[in-house]
Every structure is written in structure tokens, then in C-alpha cells.
């Protein structure tokens, strides 16, 4: 009985791990990433530390608030020196905050995005505010083949190596109910799009493996219709 009880007291005192999914992005499923040690979707606002703007630092996928400004000086206290502009990683992949805009400014997005992005894959977060049923919008991929569109009636389409549909019940038609939330990742190869947690993908959309993007094309119709705080990062992910 004395064995029995020393037994059970070893078991209680070994250690417990940390509650841990993951130590890196390969540990999880494709389109989720390693954020505190558990596989997240990431919003889309900061992946790492250098995404963020000035000397702000990403915590869950957020930016929040440097260790200076947590410990902010008394309000009597002089003012800090002004402290140098961080220098840009050059090492650091491509990220554009591209903002709000509406059909009037899409062929200058489109522009700006084929001149200065640098990746063969990416991840795009952005809202669709949606003013009419018949509104839609598009982006095009002629380099690579293959172009993606949330279609009229709710319908989400993906043309390329290959094509598939889907619709999307989840998808909001009246700007009074809110934007849609949409999420993109392409890998070179393959795409898949996540819009208000329908997905559609991994889907074979370019037959060239890992190719430069090349030349993007973004259409809105839609006279009110907005594409909302888009956010354009390279991506070195896999969907396999």
C-alpha cells in the first residue's frame, strides 16, 4: 500500500508542460499560424514584431503598445529625447497597408501593387463593405493564370489550373449588417479564401510553381461599394 502512495505522489509531482498546440507556423494547418504557442488565423494586422508601425510590438496578432509606453514618465517628468526613426529590415517580407478605397482608385492600387510587390506568394486581409446585391469585386492574376471574384447571388468564384464555386450563405449583401471579413493566402501555386469563415481552397490557381505575381488587377462595381483596410503581405507559407 506504502509503494502505492509513493507512486501516486512521483506522478503528482512531475511537471506539467505548458499547454502549448505549436512552437513554429510549420506545426499547423495550412492558413494558420503559431501565435503564443497556439495555431491561430491570423487577422492580418501584424505577424511580427517589424509589421508594426514605429517601435510597437505584435502580441497576438495585434499591435500593442511598446515597453516604453507601458511605462509611461510622470506627467511632471521632462519630456524624453526624440528618439531616431527605426531603420526598415531589409530582410523583412513585403507588407503594404493599402487602406480603404472604392472603384474610383482601383486602377491606381493595381499599379502601385504590380510595381512594388516583392513574393511569389501572399496573404491578403481586407473587409468588402457591400452596398447592393449586384455589387462585386474581383482580383485578376493574368501573369499567373488565374483571377478570384465574389460574384452576384453570394457566389464565390475561383478561375484558374483549376475552378470552383461556392456560395457563400454567410455573406452580407446590406452595408447595414456590416463588411465582410475576407482572408487570402496563395502559395505560388495553390489559393485558398476564407470570407466570414466559409472557405473555399486549397485550390490549384496557377499552373507555374512560385513564380513572381507580376501584374495585379483589383475591380469594384458598385458606385458605394468599398474595399476596406486591406492589408498586403508576402507569404512563404504551403497549402499542400
Excluded at 484558374?160 to 446590406?174: H, P, Q, T, V
Amino acid at each position: 500500500m506504502r509503494a502505492v502512495v509513493l507512486s501516486l505522489l512521483a506522478l503528482l509531482l512531475v511537471p506539467v508542460p505548458a499547454n502549448a498546440q505549436c512552437t513554429a507556423d510549420e506545426e499547423c494547418k495550412a492558413g494558420r499560424f503559431c501565435l503564443g504557442g497556439i495555431c491561430r488565423e491570423w487577422a492580418g494586422e501584424c505577424f511580427k514584431d517589424v509589421d508594426c508601425a514605429d517601435d510597437l510590438l505584435c502580441e497576438g496578432g495585434r499591435c500593442g503598445a511598446t515597453p516604453v509606453q507601458a511605462k509611461a514618465a510622470p506627467i511632471e517628468s521632462k519630456a524624453p529625447a526624440e528618439k531616431a526613426a527605426p531603420k526598415a529590415d531589409p530582410n523583412a517580407p513585403f507588407t503594404a497597408r493599402v487602406g480603404t478605397f472604392d472603384r474610383e482608385a482601383t486602377d491606381k492600387i493595381s499599379r502601385r501593387l504590380s510595381a512594388e510587390f516583392e513574393g511569389s506568394g501572399f496573404y491578403l486581409s481586407y473587409k468588402f463593405a457591400q452596398t447592393r446585391d449586384d455589387d462585386e469585386h474581383e482580383m485578376v492574376f493574368s501573369d499567373l493564370g488565374f483571377y478570384y471574384r465574389f460574384d452576384i447571388d453570394r457566389e464565390l468564384k475561383i478561375k484558374g489550373e483549376d475552378s470552383e464555386s461556392k456560395d457563400l450563405r454567410k455573406w452580407r449583401e446590406d452595408l447595414d449588417d456590416g463588411p465582410n471579413e475576407v482572408q487570402v493566402w496563395f502559395d505560388g501555386k495553390y489559393i485558398l479564401i476564407d470570407a466570414n469563415g466559409e472557405r473555399l481552397g486549397p485550390i490549384e490557381a496557377s499552373k507555374y510553381e512560385r513564380r513572381e505575381i507580376g501584374r495585379w488587377k483589383i475591380s469594384i462595381t458598385g458606385s458605394r461599394a468599398e474595399i476596406q483596410d486591406l492589408v498586403v503581405k508576402a507569404w512563404d507559407g504551403s497549402l499542400e
